[in-house]
């Protein structure tokens, strides 16, 4: 798709509106005595309203990724860019689309806007059935959403089909990356610039172990990038989110250390698992969690609540009959799932 044609995907009321201005924008200049934005003056390091563009920690999620800081917007979680993203270029006539099972705020956006959502199942390994989701494609595709690795199956996409559904989409894909943190090497962050309609989401709230202070980012276009400031709320990052972001973009090494203990874990439980009887198939993961196919998942999922241990049941996902959802906790508490799951075992 041509960079002039993303244009025609907005919403057309859109292109006009102007971004709310917040006091500290229409200066320009020293600042020594702020009695512009009716704060309290007490410097308590939260009296002030935080800076809307978030420009430092632009610069800082920049500089760590190798990407143009102008190129980034922060959203209180991805979750907030997902509807973001859904309403810049959806509303009642416009229609989105997705490869469940995925995540589930892509179709809750989409309802919010009043668009169609329309879904094509993932097929049972879940890789994507590319002829049949281009075949869903019209003049009403507005959104392709795209989960690699996917939530809940825990596996990568293919990159060639990444590849070739960015470039023949006819409207904007959006590539979320929420579990990109335990697969760096499969992110599609350094090739942003090839496709004019490709927007990558990233978020804290998985490796980066930061999912209380709510904090994702998006990666576009300048123009995709000016859409999305143009409609965010100006203080959606406050100032307790920035200062704890910073501090752990700051420190690297002790993200890759709980990355690296979190993925041997999720090791360590797909090699014991499938020694239970009760478990029928691991399907291969790239997280921190795996889905599970049990024999009877209905009874293990009681059997772990009775034992106060809370998985996520999936049995209702296409495709996923019978699935329960695990994430690597603790050494200890993955400790105590396997015990559960043997007495479960011993005593069905
Ligand atoms: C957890 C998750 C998110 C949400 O991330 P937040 O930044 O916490 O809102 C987005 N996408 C997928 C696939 C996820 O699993």
């Not at 020594?32 to 563009?53: K, Q």
């Not at 990558?200 to 123009?223: D, E, H, N, V, Y």
Request: hydrophobic fraction near 40%; glycine fraction near 4%; charge should be negative.
């Amino acid at each position: 798709m041509a960079p002039q044609d993303i244009k025609n995907l907005v919403r057309p009321n859109l292109l006009s509106l102007k971004a709310y201005s917040s006091a500290r924008a229409e200066f320009k200049g020293r600042a020594e005595v702020l009695l512009d934005a009716n704060e309290s003056p007490w410097p308590t390091g939260r009296n002030r309203y935080p800076d809307p563009s978030s420009t430092e920690l632009r610069h800082a999620l920049g500089k760590l990724k190798n990407f143009n800081p102008d190129q980034i917007v922060f959203g209180n979680g991805s979750d907030e860019l997902v509807d973001q993203i859904t309403r810049i270029f959806c509303s009642e006539n416009d229609a989105v689309h997705a490869l469940p099972p995925t995540f589930g705020m892509y179709k809750v956006a989409a309802g919010i806007a009043g668009a169609e959502f329309r879904a094509i199942n993932l097929s049972p390994d879940f890789t994507i059935p590319v002829e049949e989701l281009k075949a869903t494609w019209d003049d009403k595709s507005k959104i392709l959403w795209l989960c690699s690795p996917n939530n809940p199956s825990g596996n990568a996409m293919d990159p060639a089909v990444l590849e070739d559904l960015i470039g023949s989409f006819p409207g904007i894909v959006v590539l979320d990356e929420a579990y990109i943190d335990f697969v760096p090497e499969l992110s599609f962050l350094n090739r942003l610039d090839e496709f004019p309609n490709l927007i990558i989401t990233q978020t804290l709230s998985k490796g980066w172990g930061m999912a209380g202070i709510r904090c994702g980012a998006a990666f576009a276009s300048p123009f995709i990038i000016r859409m999305l400031n143009t409609i965010k709320m100006p203080y959606n990052i406050n100032v307790l989110t920035t200062g704890v972001a910073l501090e752990a973009l700051d420190n690297k090494d002790q993200m890759q250390a709980k990355v690296d203990t979190m993925t041997s874990e999720r090791k360590r439980l797909e090699t014991e698992l499938p020694k239970l009887d009760c478990v029928d198939y691991i399907f291969p993961s790239v997280t921190n969690f795996l889905l599970v196919r049990f024999k009877d998942s209905a009874a293990v999922y009681q059997y772990l609540l009775d034992n106060a241990i809370v998985v996520r049941n999936q049995a209702f996902q296409p495709n996923a009959a019978n699935c329960l959802r695990i994430t690597a906790g603790l050494v200890e508490e993955n400790d105590r799932l396997l015990v559960a799951l043997r007495n479960f075992t011993t005593s069905h």
